[in-house]
């Protein structure tokens, strides 16, 4: 019933990811396509360092996320309904760096990124730097739908977002006693780096973005991203995620992509829109494009994450370079599964 | 000597190009490569609507552009030391859309975006939203060789600037009554619109970004792009120009690519990346894979704009599907070429 992939590193020469081989777990269809799948972020996820309270939570969270996305696909939604609301439940869970759970920038605010794609009509929307918008995926969303644009930042798109009506909440609601910890700890570690303005983030500091991407009872495909960005962000840094192509892709004709790990790589290398140009281009299937892209093109770069990747036969891929990576799915029938650790 | 491409426009679903048929005049080579290419901005540019100052002007600094950065590539220097003093020059001329020339956002400010990419390492750096960086393509450089990002937005940004002792300037520096007077029309006509918050911008309100792509002595490709955006912008709308990927690309492995032109088609489609794709994937020259792009997958879209793409051989290819696009190249031995319209 599942087959194994072995994503063959190669020595980095920028960096280095922290395994050089992580297994992969794809379901057997059979007759059952995969609906909908999301990611709550890649990293050093060992068994050895998470405790049983957070698996089940992680675990808990992300099926919550995939059963409300689910309703809306068997409901006849498009699938940025079932993308939203699987969004929208992980935001609202402060396991994951988006929404509530956020991580703190440099100057002790929170702020979030967000895109969407549909890929029936190739349209998108994103923002950058809010730090009011209780569901960034929302105004995404509205973004996409009620503007001109696709891509608007800071004070801007919280004008936008006040004008559709979204919740807006004080920074405040997105402070967790975790996240401010995870902040001191870096400006800690900064302060002790000696001759370096700004070290080069560590893998972790980059952690928990969520994203989902779902395919329609109607066979179109949407994806979304959602994030707090890096921990200690300085100087307006935006990351990937808000970025489509780079954090985001979504097209009918190839498949949708939500992309997590270390931004400034997946925004060089513009990840999510290579799978699908290697899918379009090179005849690739959706797991060989998606596993080439994250175990070789990404990793021989140096960089490290991973991505989750749909295509419109209801085929799924979830690779990626570090040790684990919270992700699951749901399939037509409701069959839920997740997955945190890279041998599972 | 030349040969001529023509660019056969589909039927757009979203919007009208404002020219079905754009003819491309590309060098001959003959053993001289193109070293250094130009843009300054794609849109609607006839013989009727351009005075003979403005072309004069035009060309002129084009070609002063093309001649700082040609002294670059023959004293043996990076790619990205020849699109960086290029830029810098079209960024200081009032009759582009970059730097002192650039268009108003809706409040009255003038806020720039630029990138740059180096063909050989791979990395990239780039702004947003800056209002006082003076040269927003020397910021872009900074972000991509002093910080461990690729993109940095708004104040943010500015402070990064001042940290690296980049010149900066009061944003009175870049009021220019010509882009006032290019707001207050926008302004009339939303005021005049019945029903829409925000009409879709017209073509001529995104024209004149400047890009420039670089080939070295050495054999190594560099692309940079500098905006101030779309006149009028709202909600810190972000366009394709500091965007990796949509406005600029480069990989000495295929090419360097810097576009202009309706900004959001160039995000969701992903415009320089699929050139360089398309040469990879589907082993197009770089001229097939530009025309192909422009002339098919953006012109199909619905969107407006141009490019221009160098490969590592010094062949050069600038489509555009609008009336005209100001352009222009040097070869190795010095030759320069400017152009204007779309029969040139």
Same mark, same amino acid.
């Given at each position: 019933m599942?087959?194994?992939?072995?994503?063959?590193?190669?020595?980095?020469?920028?960096?280095t990811?922290?395994?050089?081989?992580?297994?992969?777990?794809l379901?057997?269809?059979?007759?059952?396509?995969?609906?909908?799948?999301?990611?709550?972020?890649?990293?050093?996820i060992?068994?050895?360092e998470?405790?049983?309270?957070?698996?089940?939570a992680?675990?808990?969270?992300?099926?919550?996320?995939?059963?409300?996305?689910?309703?809306?696909?068997?409901?006849?939604?498009?699938?940025?309904?079932?993308?939203?609301?699987?969004?929208?439940?992980?935001?609202?869970?402060?396991?994951?760096?988006a929404?509530?759970?956020?991580v703190?920038?440099?100057?002790?605010?929170?702020r979030?990124?967000a895109?969407?794609?549909?890929?029936?009509?190739?349209?998108?929307?994103?923002?950058?730097?809010?730090?009011?918008?209780?569901?960034?995926?929302?105004?995404?969303?509205?973004?996409?739908?009620?503007?001109?644009?696709?891509?608007l930042s800071?004070?801007?798109?919280?004008?936008?977002a006040?004008?559709?009506g979204?919740?807006l909440?004080?920074?405040?609601?997105?402070?967790?006693?975790?996240?401010?910890?995870?902040?001191?700890?870096?400006?800690?570690?900064?302060?002790?780096?000696?001759?370096?303005?700004?070290?080069?983030?560590?893998?972790?500091?980059?952690? @928990? +973005?969520? !994203?989902?991407? *779902? &395919?329609? =009872?109607? $066979?179109?495909?949407?994806?979304?991203?959602? %994030?707090? #960005? /890096?921990t200690?962000?300085?100087?307006?840094?935006?990351?990937?995620?808000?970025?489509?192509?780079?954090?985001?892709?979504?097209?009918?004709?190839?498949?949708?992509?939500?992309?997590?790990?270390?931004?400034?790589?997946?925004?060089?290398?513009?990840?999510?829109?290579?799978?699908?140009?290697?899918?379009?281009?090179?005849?690739?299937s959706?797991d060989?494009?998606?596993?080439?892209?994250?175990?070789?093109?990404?990793?021989?770069a140096? @960089? +490290?994450? !991973?991505?989750? *990747? &749909?295509? =419109?036969? $209801?085929?799924?891929?979830?690779?990626?370079? %570090?040790? #684990? /990576?919270?992700?699951?799915?749901?399939?037509?029938?409701?069959?839920?599964?997740?997955?945190?650790?890279?041998?599972?």
């Amino acid at each position: 019933m599942f087959r194994s992939l072995v994503l063959l590193a190669s020595l980095a020469l920028l960096a280095t990811p922290s395994l050089a081989q992580a297994p992969e777990v794809l379901p057997d269809l059979d007759g059952d396509p995969v609906v909908l799948v999301v990611h709550g972020g890649a990293g050093t996820i060992s068994r050895a360092e998470i405790t049983d309270a957070t698996e089940r939570a992680v675990r808990g969270a992300m099926e919550q996320a995939l059963r409300a996305g689910h309703a809306e696909i068997v409901a006849g939604r498009p699938a940025l309904d079932a993308v939203a609301a699987a969004i929208q439940i992980l935001e609202d869970d402060v396991e994951f760096n988006a929404g509530r759970g956020a991580v703190f920038a440099a100057d002790g605010t929170v702020r979030h990124d967000a895109s969407v794609m549909d890929g029936a009509s190739g349209l998108a929307g994103a923002s950058t730097g809010t730090m009011h918008v209780r569901h960034p995926i929302l105004l995404a969303r509205r973004v996409m739908e009620a503007s001109p644009h696709v891509l608007l930042s800071a004070e801007g798109a919280e004008e936008f977002a006040l004008e559709q009506g979204l919740e807006l909440v004080p920074n405040e609601f997105f402070h967790t006693e975790r996240r401010q910890q995870s902040l001191l700890r870096v400006q800690e570690r900064e302060r002790s780096a000696t001759g370096l303005a700004a070290p080069d983030p560590e893998p972790w500091q980059m952690m @928990g +973005t969520v !994203g989902a991407v *779902a &395919l329609s =009872a109607e $066979g179109h495909l949407a994806a979304g991203t959602s %994030t707090g #960005g /890096m921990t200690n962000k300085r100087w307006g840094r935006i990351g990937d995620s808000p970025i489509i192509g780079a954090g985001t892709y979504a097209d009918d004709a190839t498949c949708g992509v939500s992309a997590t790990g270390h931004g400034e790589f997946f925004i060089r290398l513009g990840i999510a829109r290579d799978v699908a140009a290697r899918m379009a281009y090179l005849g690739e299937s959706v797991d060989e494009a998606a596993t080439h892209v994250v175990g070789e093109t990404l990793t021989e770069a140096g @960089g +490290t994450g !991973g991505i989750i *990747a &749909l295509d =419109a036969g $209801g085929n799924v891929s979830m690779p990626f370079n %570090t040790e #684990g /990576m919270y992700r699951g799915y749901v399939t037509r029938s409701g069959r839920v599964v997740t997955m945190i650790y890279g041998d599972e």
